[in-house]
């Protein structure tokens, strides 16, 4: 049976999670904004999933504004203050794609820089100081857990700093969402991007958080859903799951943080008996269920495909940006070298991971790493 360690790319969905989502695929099928008893019954699961969500992360349900996924709510975000706000856009130079192409695609129209992080990935404090006292900022764009290091980032002291500034701080979540405590009020964000396919929900339904003080334009028009903010009709059965996968990664936060951290630790522990392995960002804070690593002498794609031959599906980096041959920007921008980069490879665990798994596939690595000494020729 193959072994799936690739959970920051999406998650199986959650069998509780598809129950809760079946009788409106096939039973309740009115659109959400008619008024009869069949619109009434969509409008109801609809707000009950938005109080799921919200309670997840700590804002009003009111706050919250659906979307396609992460991706959109990524979007909306960047593309949606810089229509009403004057001003610099700043993001994190490890930021998800999601974020950062947003941001460069206004390049053309405004100014737009990245904010340097230190060798540990962590946000240079001081450079982002400096770039905020350089003129108005409209919006600061960082991430609350990356996505292939799983470096956490303290944003309640960036949004004393943005707020100070007097912009905004936009913070994405997709990652952090159901693996660690995010609390939308306590790290001071105005706007946070949220994903259902990364706890265990529905692909295709992900939301914005807005703080109802933030102004936007929405990216679609056509209908006054989601207070005028995402016209389209609601996609009920999603939303009604990612409330759901919600509410479940809130109840079992402790118990699922505490089971992948422990597999976390068990790899590691294995990794340090291979000669020459990088794990990276291993001195700061980082996802429970993430470890990035490099084997000198491996490019990363190559000893993924191993992998995936062997039953272990990995990553090698961002699953937005599979089929690039180019070293993470990431890592890039940690200071790695581009071909120590090249060489990295990511695995994101998950509730149903086990110990068993992890001894196997450190196994299989010390095997494929044995298989390669002896292939080298001595000089």
Known sequence: MPTYLDHNATTPLDARVLEAMLP????????????????????????????????????????????SGGTEANNLAVKGVAAVRRG????????????MEAALALAGERDVAAVAVDAQGIVDWSALAAQLAQGPVALVALMRAN?????????ARA????????????????????????DFRALGADLMSLSSHKLY???????LVRRAEVDLVPLHHGGPQEKGLRGGTENVAAIVG?????????????????????????????????????????GVERLPNTVQFALPGFDGEALLMQLDRKGFAVSSGSACASGKHE????????GVEPEIARGAIRVSLGVDN??????????????????????????
């Open 24 to 67: 409106y695929l096939s039973g309740p099928y009115g659109n959400a904004s008619s008024l009869h008893r069949f619109g009434r019954a969509a409008r109801d699961a609809v707000e009950r999933a938005r109080e799921q969500v919200a309670a997840l992360v700590g804002c009003q349900p009111g706050e919250i504004v659906w979307t």
């Open 88 to 99: 610099r856009l700043l993001y994190g130079a490890t930021e998800h794609p999601a974020v």
């Open 147 to 155: 996505n292939e290091t799983g470096v956490v980032q303290d944003l």
């Open 159 to 182: 949004a004393a700093l943005v707020h100070e500034a007097g912009a905004w701080l936009h913070v994405d979540a997709v990652q952090a969402a159901g693996r660690i405590a995010v």
């Open 201 to 207: 929900g529905p692909k295709g339904i992900g939301a």
């Open 242 to 282: 990612f409330g759901v996968a919600a509410e479940l990664a809130r109840q079992e936060l402790e118990r699922r943080t505490r089971h992948t951290l422990a597999l976390r630790e068990r790899l590691e522990a294995g990794l340090a008996t291979l000669p020459g392995v990088r794990v990276f960002a291993a």
């Open 327 to 334: 070293p993470s920007h990431v890592l890039l921008a940690m």
């Open 354 to 379: 086990t110990a068993e798994q992890i001894d196997a596939f450190v196994e299989t690595l010390r095997a494929l790493h044995a298989s390669l000494s002896r292939t080298v020729v001595p000089v």
